[in-house]
């Protein structure tokens, strides 16, 4: 059974445990304004856009599209064995959020690319959200 969420709980707030909860359940909730519907990450107190305090978790479509990528080939932490990508993904309720692609790889480009929310878990048993070509 993988991990839900990060062990440490140095880098875990009040407003980061709903979030890792969901994704848990594999499927992902990001905060979402109850005054403006701006969704925001990563979780915070307040709306960047009117500074609201109100929100309310929503559980996140699932798609998105590659806004950037790279592939490393250098070993820089022990648990992510090169070589992997990483992908920063514009979701469709508007946050930017980075991940990694798997399954298959685009032909060609890889910028704006649809996506798809899956989740896998890390070299080092963590389940996190992924994307796939969607
Ligand atoms: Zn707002």
């Not at 839900?4 to 905060?31: C, F, H, K, N």
């Not at 070993?75 to 070589?83: A, D, H, Q, R, S």
């Not at 990694?100 to 048993?125: C, F, H, M, R």
Request: aromatic share 10%.
């Amino acid at each position: 059974m993988p991990k839900s969420r990060p062990e440490s709980r140095a880098v875990m707030t009040m407003y980061d445990e709903p979030m890792w909860d969901s994704i848990g359940e594999r499927r992902w909730a990001l905060q979402c304004c109850s005054r403006c519907s701006t969704f925001r990450y990563p979780p915070a107190p307040n709306c960047p856009e009117c500074l609201s305090l109100d929100s309310e978790w929503k559980a996140l479509c699932g798609d998105g599209t590659i806004l950037s990528w790279v592939i490393f080939h250098r070993e820089y932490l022990p648990e992510y064995k090169p070589p992997y990508n990483v992908v920063a993904v514009q979701l469709a309720e508007g946050p930017i959020v980075v991940s990694n692609l798997i399954g298959n790889e685009p032909q060609g480009s890889w910028i704006d690319q649809k996506v798809k929310i899956t989740y896998a878990a890390d070299q080092a048993g963590h389940l996190l959200p992924k994307m796939q070509l969607g």
